[in-house]
């Protein structure tokens, strides 16, 4: 682990974002390990130096605007675009779909990043690089927190993330007995 991963693994279990015990993922899966991102999202500090970590690891990426998938982006995803001094918006629900509301559009060719807290499968960024297609943006990166799939989930875009950390995941059916007797939580994102 490098030093920044040793700093990013510090700051969520100092601020109580890296919990153990029985967790049901948005993916559907379970999982002994889970992410809470609105724990570390409400230590602004914590928050101000993950965005810049996530924004140094970005380097010179050019983008005029930040696309989150609300809710569990939308702090990280505001941090970010504060820093960079870019616009921020956002996609939320509407009919179990991630949409555009609130009269967000893009210019023709907009470069857009998309920000996320944690990705399993990245299911969630996946719809909005979809929806800055589909509205004529121009997606030029994806950047998370965590990525829990250590790489495995893949985009037409490069993805930064500030850290790789694959703990099992299984399916309802295949819980481990030990997990399994546990009850399982659903905390969200």
Known sequence: MDAVQQEVTDIFIRTKALLQGH?????????GHFFQCAQVCQDMPAVERLGALLKQKLGGLAYDTVLA????GLVIGQEVARQSRSRFIFAEK???????????????????LVVEDVITRGG??????EIVKKHGG??????????????LAKFDVPTYSLLEMSYPTYPADQVPTEMAKIPATKPGS
């Open 94 to 112: 509407e009919n179990n779909v991630l949409v555009l509301r609130r009269g967000f559009t893009f210019k023709p060719g907009e470069k857009v």
């Open 69 to 72: 998938p609300a809710m569990g």
């Open 138 to 151: 121009t997606a030029v990166a994806v950047a998370v927190m965590v990525d829990r799939s250590t790489g």
């Open 124 to 129: 969630r960024v996946q719809e909005c690089l």
């Open 23 to 31: 967790f049901v993922l948005r993916s559907g899966l379970h999982s």
